[in-house]
């Protein structure tokens, strides 16, 4: 018996002297959130670039950065510099790599390929293509290898390919087919490590089958591939595995970064396993980092944190009883909507508006973190029938992806997490198939943009744009009707509940 403690003591310790870590951090939909912000349930200042910042430094060395997209847009210091700020950032920390996300193209065409030439690190995207030439954009490879602590890692890039605004320069092929095509060129390098980089997700239930192809990487391509990091859709996962095949994603806002320990043969180079940690950017544990602290602040847009109006309580974008699947503050909005289209029903999608609207005094930059797209109104006229596929088409287990104004619905779920029983109601009247309604929403999700996608099957000629403010605009007026005596009140939840 002391022979065999004594055989498994030798091995162990000899695998230990052989093994060697690596580290890799990845982040992903930033959005342009630069600055710590009060944690609405605690008040702890948290995330943050120049926390990040100090994560980095206080971490072990010779790592790889890695972000999965959507840096470009998202609060006011992104839109004023149409990504470029966000950039700027990025190449003070030495990001090493980062994919193209949908929101890359927020500024349309033109906005593209300022952010491309002014970014040092690397931007990977194999499926990403000019329309004219079918070429790969200056400045985009569909890989990259990099050699840290002695480990040679190939990062490979996939692209969403639904961006934001529509494009007519750039084009994009389906992501399994170019990894399957670009991995032979990636392995003739005998890399240790393969790394994909994508901007999408295996949890998508937001933006309907767009994400489907992830998790089938670790089927299609286990053993060829180690790791997946994904974003788009927000979540956090960590140590998940399909075969062997690592999955990460490390949610949104720079409130957290995941830290992605490799573990390689010494001796052989060959991989041996991979492992996640999710770091919280609490900035009473982890400080920040005092040049890209100095960086970040003198990159503020300035005259927005002006106060624009008050309000009694913070309109969370949680709602307080688990049985409801709306908001207050997505509600609110959707209200605005109704009352500035004239219509029946007016439909918001949740993943519009972006964070919580705060208790008390109210900026324009609160607003623009909130809502930080130039979405129009858009109305149209539908039968019941299509009006009640839309509302089934936002509803999946545990949340809504539309809040609405003028109408109610309850349902019950089945053992599958299925929607059943659906009840609808419109301005209290049960919803008829046959009736006709006016609707409006956003112009993007008119589009059938995101998890709009159901009303690509209404017509363009039956859709028509009421005035010219945005949705912001209507917030800020809203907002200004709000006085320190007489602020405003948190909207109403409820309208989407399960029995």
């Given at each position: 018996?002391?022979?065999?403690?004594?055989?498994?003591?030798?091995?162990?310790?000899?695998?230990?002297?052989n093994?060697k870590?690596?580290v890799?951090?990845?982040?992903?939909?930033?959005?342009?959130?630069?600055?710590?912000?009060?944690?609405?349930?605690?008040?702890?200042?948290?995330?943050?670039?120049?926390?990040?910042?100090?994560?980095?430094?206080?971490?072990?060395?010779?790592?790889?950065?890695?972000?999965?997209?959507?840096?470009?847009?998202?609060?006011?210091?992104?839109?004023?510099?149409?990504?470029?700020?966000?950039?700027?950032?990025?190449?003070?920390?030495?990001?090493?790599?980062?994919?193209?996300?949908?929101?890359?193209?927020?500024?349309?065409d033109?906005?593209?390929?300022?952010?491309?030439?002014?970014?040092?690190?690397?931007?990977?995207?194999?499926?990403?293509?000019?329309?004219?030439?079918?070429?790969?954009?200056?400045?985009?490879?569909?890989?990259?290898?990099?050699?840290?602590?002695?480990?040679?890692?190939?990062?490979?890039?996939?692209?969403?390919?639904?961006?934001?605004?529509?494009?007519?320069?750039?084009?994009?092929?389906?992501?399994?087919?170019?990894?399957?095509?670009?991995?032979?060129?990636?392995?003739?390098?005998?890399?240790?490590?393969?790394?994909?980089?994508?901007?999408?997700?295996?949890?998508?239930?937001?933006?309907?089958?767009?994400?489907?192809?992830?998790?089938?990487i670790?089927?299609?391509?286990?053993?060829?591939?180690?790791?997946?990091?994904?974003?788009?859709?927000?979540?956090?996962?960590?140590?998940?595995?399909?075969?062997?095949?690592?999955?990460?994603?490390?949610?949104?806002?720079?409130?957290?970064?995941?830290?992605?320990?490799?573990?390689?043969?010494?001796?052989?180079?060959?991989?041996?396993?991979?492992?996640?940690?999710?770091?919280?950017?609490?900035?009473?544990?982890?400080?920040?980092?005092?040049?890209?602290?100095?960086?970040?602040?003198s990159?503020?847009?300035?005259?927005?944190?002006?106060?624009?109006?008050y309000?009694?309580?913070?309109?969370?974008?949680?709602?307080?009883?688990?049985?409801?699947?709306?908001?207050?503050?997505?509600?609110?909005?959707?209200?605005?909507?109704?009352?500035?289209?004239?219509?029946?029903?007016?439909?918001?999608?949740?993943?519009?508006?972006?964070?919580d609207?705060?208790?008390?005094?109210?900026?324009?930059?609160?607003?623009?973190?909130?809502?930080?797209?130039?979405?129009?109104?858009t109305?149209?006229?539908?039968?019941?029938?299509?009006?009640?596929?839309?509302?089934?088409?936002?509803?999946?287990?545990?949340?809504?992806?539309?809040?609405?104004?003028?109408?109610?619905?309850?349902?019950v779920?089945?053992?599958?997490?299925?929607?059943?029983?659906?009840h609808?109601?419109?301005?209290?009247?049960?919803?008829?198939?046959?009736k006709?309604?006016?609707?409006?929403?956003?112009?993007?999700?008119?589009?059938?943009?995101?998890?709009?996608?159901?009303?690509?099957?209404?017509?363009?000629?039956?859709?028509?744009?009421?005035?010219?403010?945005?949705?912001?605009?209507?917030?800020?007026?809203?907002?200004?009707?709000?006085?320190?005596?007489?602020?405003?009140?948190?909207?109403?939840?409820?309208?989407?509940?399960?029995?």
């Open positions: 018996m002391k022979k065999i403690v004594l055989l498994l003591s030798v091995v162990v310790w000899s695998f230990a002297v093994a870590d690596t890799i951090y990845h982040t992903s939909d930033t959005h342009g959130f630069f600055y710590a912000q009060k944690d609405r349930n605690d008040g702890k200042l948290k995330g943050g670039f120049a926390a990040l910042a100090a994560v980095l430094k206080n971490g072990p060395q010779n790592y790889l950065l890695l972000d999965s997209g959507d840096f470009s847009n998202g609060t006011v210091e992104t839109k004023s510099s149409k990504g470029l700020k966000a950039v700027e950032l990025m190449n003070a920390l030495h990001y090493d790599a980062s994919t193209i996300g949908n929101h890359e193209f927020d500024f349309k033109p906005g593209v390929a300022p952010i491309l030439d002014h970014a040092k690190f690397a931007l990977l995207a194999a499926n990403f293509y000019e329309a004219d030439s079918l070429k790969r954009p200056a400045h985009i490879e569909p890989y990259k290898i990099f050699t840290r602590n002695g480990v040679k890692f190939a990062v490979i890039g996939l692209a969403n390919s639904h961006p934001t605004q529509a494009t007519q320069k750039y084009t994009f092929t389906p992501q399994l087919r170019e990894l399957e095509n670009i991995l032979p060129e990636v392995e003739k390098q005998k890399p240790e490590v393969v790394v994909v980089l994508v901007h999408d997700s295996m949890a998508d239930d937001k933006h309907g089958m767009q994400g489907q192809y992830v998790a089938q670790g089927r299609q391509f286990s053993g060829r591939v180690h790791i997946v990091l994904g974003g788009h859709a927000h979540k956090i996962i960590q140590n998940k595995k399909i075969n062997d095949v690592l999955f990460v994603e490390s949610g949104c806002y720079l409130k957290n970064v995941s830290k992605v320990t490799v573990t390689t043969d010494d001796k052989t180079g060959k991989f041996v396993s991979a492992k996640s940690q999710l770091i919280p950017l609490d900035i009473q544990k982890t400080g920040e980092d005092k040049e890209i602290l100095k960086l970040a602040n990159l503020r847009e300035p005259g927005v944190d002006k106060v624009i109006g309000t009694q309580e913070p309109m969370p974008k949680r709602a307080s009883n688990p049985k409801f699947l709306d908001n207050s503050l997505d509600n609110w909005v959707a209200d605005l909507g109704r009352a500035y289209a004239g219509v029946d029903v007016f439909i918001t999608n949740t993943g519009g508006t972006r964070v609207m705060p208790k008390g005094e109210v900026t324009l930059r609160d607003v623009i973190d909130i809502h930080p797209f130039e979405n129009t109104v109305k149209m006229t539908v039968d019941g029938k299509m009006l009640k596929r839309i509302i089934k088409s936002g509803l999946s287990k545990g949340r809504t992806r539309f809040a609405f104004s003028g109408l109610a619905v309850n349902f779920y089945n053992k599958k997490g299925q929607v059943k029983d659906l609808i109601w419109v301005h209290n009247k049960p919803l008829e198939n046959r006709k309604y006016t609707i409006a929403t956003n112009s993007f999700i008119a589009e059938g943009r995101s998890e709009g996608f159901v009303f690509k099957s209404i017509p363009a000629n039956q859709k028509v744009q009421v005035g010219t403010k945005n949705i912001r605009e209507l917030i800020i007026e809203a907002l200004r009707q709000g006085t320190q005596k007489d602020p405003l009140k948190p909207g109403p939840e409820g309208r989407v509940a399960e029995r």
